[in-house]
């Protein structure tokens, strides 16, 4: 089973008022399986996509049913409770103190500085996604935010983290574009993009950790979406990296899909930061 770098996203779950309802939406746009829930662990479900892990859905905890449905997304650590100090440190805020999930593994989650949630998971018997990169499957995450300097100090101070900027080049819609990549041992292995979220977001909307799943067919997956009750945001979008969409599900957890194996473009010029 793959053990995660620190830093490494390493999974991802969802809370929903309705899992039911969560489970046939994500069956039918991702191809999802469910196995049983587990009551002791309120009632967590995990996803499985080939018969490999990949997510899991939640109903809220007691007194969470006013809390809205969002993905999460876990970084990897080996402590959780010195990851928990450099969260800290780093002018984050703990929304769940370190807490010992059984034998699985250790979890903490928090708030960075910008806004966006987080999550970090120190794996005992759950080393996290059994499988990556895939239709079916997690593959990229971004960060979006108003702060980005803050969300930089932040993620770089917290996790083992180099970044590198995307540089606009010719291309006018890349103008004015603040991105940037973060990347564990070096740039052949990138592990989360951030975006700074401009004007054309509305006001209400906070700092958030976007996830994205690979998908066979983009625009299948978000016909699929639409026809479920679900609503698309943004795309789809032929890129470099895939043709992506930004959608949510009925319940307004939002994602994104991308087809990873239809690209178009060249690649952007990335520079140190």
Known sequence: MTEFPEGAPCWA????KDV?????????????????????????????????????????????????????????SK????????????????????????????????????????????????????KVGEPGAYCWAEAFTRDPERADAFLTQVFPYSARKMEPGTDPDAQGI??????????????????????????????????????????????TTEKLGGRLHFGPMDSPFGRFAAVSDPQGAAFAVIDMSTTAGEMPRMTDA
Request: charged content about 20%.
């Open 178 to 223: 603040d991105f940037k990549v973060f990347s564990i041992g070096g740039p052949d292995n990138p592990v989360l993009g951030r975006m700074k979220m401009g004007d054309e977001f509305p006001k209400e909307i906070p700092s958030y950790i976007q996830v994205y799943f690979n998908v066979a067919n983009c625009d299948d997956a978000v016909a």
């Open 79 to 130: 402590d959780v409770r010195k990851t928990a100090e450099k969260i800290k440190e780093a002018g984050g805020t703990l929304l769940m103190e370190p807490m010992q999930v059984g034998t699985f593994g250790s979890m903490v989650l928090a708030r960075e500085p910008s806004g966006a949630v987080l999550g970090v998971w120190q794996a005992g018997a759950h080393q996290g996604f059994e």
């Open 20 to 76: 039911e309802g969560a489970k046939s939406f994500y069956g039918e746009v991702l191809g999802w399986t469910f196995g049983e829930a587990a009551g002791e662990y309120g009632n967590y479900t995990q996803a499985y996509s080939d018969g490999k892990a990949v997510a899991a859905v939640v109903p809220p905890m007691p007194g969470g049913d006013d809390v809205p449905s969002a993905w999460c997304l876990y970084f990897a």
């Open 13 to 16: 779950d969802a809370m929903f």
